[in-house]
């Protein structure tokens, strides 16, 4: 085990060892951030080089899994539209039987394990069968669309709020209240998570909702990845230009003025020549 570059060597040992204590693993749900490997925490990073193994989403972008150690097992356990490699229930069932034989698990999931990532299920499931979890933060799509794009989601003058709202409707009931969406966008940001293949849907409702065809609506694909890319437009012509773009996502719909007061950032500026620049040895880690 490595220990980070400010902790004394035995402490990471020490550690690890205790979460293995009764012969059980510990569980670690990790934040993997958007895509861009250099937004993963330091924490993230050190807990995927302890790892026995690592269960990953299908969020979680190939530059962020090529810093898990060779050593380190890895399973695919994601999920996409339609494509599941496992259900929930598999996943929670693979968590603790991983655990129980001893090894200590990083749950990796993409952006923050907090917003979408059902792991309130996984914590459940954990618990229930006694084995110790830890969660770590990461940076929401959002937030890195945010970053990537110009658009703040809160602005003094027009938007005192934002709201995450997932785009996964299977049936008429599990619709958001579209009239109070339209109502509260006039001081609101809202961003639909998952809902490329839904876009024309969510601008029809919340159209007809009495939202403003002109409210500007901005789609972004692969955010913060070298591939990201961005559409702007408004309720009423978002969804052709997304037609006409062939935008395949995972995608972000950003609905409400702050969009119209994007600014012009300039995310070159934050590139490396090379993603293996970015190596463990140059923030306190080796890779193994």
Known sequence: MV???NE?????????NAAKSGGKGAVYLV???PGDAELLTLKALRLLQQADL????DLVSADVL?????????????KRCNQHSMSQVQ???LLVEKALQGNNIV????????????????????????IGFAIVPGITAASGLSAGC??????????????????????AETEPDWQALATASEQETLVFYMGLNRLELICQRLMAAGMATTMPVALVENISCADQQALYGHLDDIAKKARQSKFTGPALIVVGKVVAHRQGVNPDLLHIDALNEFTTEAIGFNRC
């Open 8 to 16: 004394p060597r035995g402490m990471a040992t020490r550690s690890h």
């Open 54 to 57: 690592v269960l990953y989403d």
């Open 150 to 171: 110009g658009i703040a989601l809160t602005q003094r003058d027009c938007a005192q709020s934002v709201r995450f709202i997932t785009a996964r409707m299977q049936q």
């Open 66 to 78: 090529a810093l898990i150690p060779r050593h380190v097992a890895r399973t695919y356990v994601g």
């Open 3 to 5: 220990p980070a570059a």
């Open 91 to 93: 996943i929670c069932n």
């Open 31 to 33: 934040g993997a951030g």
């Open 107 to 130: 749950r990796l999931k993409g952006g923050d394990p907090a917003i979408f990532a059902r792991s309130t299920e996984e914590c459940q499931a954990l618990t229930q069968a006694g």
